[in-house]
């Protein structure tokens, strides 16, 4: 089964980085505002950024990765794809 990393830029211009094995799904729920609490109200969002990992795993130590990297350094990750 193949694991995505995503980036998701909210309206107030802040990001949120999370995994799923599948990505058209897990963007719905944040829309419908039954993804994650920190994307709740901060609508709408746009996918920035996705990156395909091989299993849960790999995506969530890349996970962690992202999440370690301070704004600009996720904005440079982002205007790289």
Do not use: F
């Amino acid at each position: 089964m193949s694991w995505t990393v995503y980036i998701l830029q909210c309206a107030d211009e802040t990001l949120y980085t999370g995994i799923t094995n599948d990505l058209e799904r897990r963007i719905a729920a944040h829309r419908s505002g039954q993804g994650a609490r920190y994307t709740k109200g901060r609508g709408p969002l746009d996918l920035v950024y996705q990156e395909h990992c091989d299993d849960r795993g790999q995506a969530l130590k890349r996970e962690n990765q992202i999440k370690s990297l301070d704004r600009k350094a996720k904005l440079q990750l982002v205007a790289a794809r």
